[in-house]
């Protein structure tokens, strides 16, 4: 799994023009936290899209907490962490967080 990391309001903008062309996950990790860190490590170990099929974009959300504050904003989806968010042709199709982030269920909302 290729993670690609968030770290600017910027970055949000090339996600949204890349989700044009290919689905693209966001995942809001808290590092403090041990079930953000367990859901990240789920993510990761049942993970099994090529690269192609849908790019994977990691936010460190204690570092950069005004970048969640602007995804919670453009897509319409209450901040929660940890979360994922599946985003294709702009929008937010799909939205889990803590334990309910499931990977076989992720492009199944697209």
Known sequence: MKWFTISSVNDIETIIDRS??????ILK?????????????????TWDFE??????????????????????????VPHESPQALVIIDGKCTYSA??????????LAAG
């Open 29 to 45: 990790h808290s590092t403090r936290c041990p079930i953000s860190t367990m859901a990240k490590s789920r993510v990761e170990m």
């Open 97 to 106: 967080s803590h334990l309910n982030i499931r990977v076989d269920d992720m």
């Open 51 to 76: 690269d192609d099929k849908i790019e994977a974009y990691y936010l460190d959300l204690i570092a950069h907490r005004d970048v969640s504050n602007l995804i919670a904003d453009e897509f319409g």
């Open 20 to 25: 044009r062309v290919v689905p693209c996950l």
